[in-house]
């Protein structure tokens, strides 16, 4: 299943929501996998491409809890 994902800017301004990590990725010129670890909180990985990023999932269960 795709992961619907958000691109944040430095200062956590939503730019876009793309429909998978390889659509965000081909659109900064980066890799699905560094995205992918970054939404999965990878110790010590926070950004790609100058950019936060985080699922679509995460957000709503955040404003859910």
Do not use: M, P
């Not at 998978?20 to 010590?44: E, H, L, P, Q």
Request: aromatic fraction near 10%.
């Amino acid at each position: 299943k795709k992961k619907k994902v958000a691109q944040y800017d430095s200062e956590g301004k939503l730019i876009a929501i793309y429909e998978s990590y390889s659509a965000a990725a081909k659109a900064v010129n980066g890799t699905a996998s560094a995205i992918s670890r970054i939404c999965a909180g990878a110790k010590g990985l926070h950004t790609h491409k100058g950019y936060f990023w985080e699922t679509v999932d995460d957000i709503v269960q955040k404003e859910l809890d």
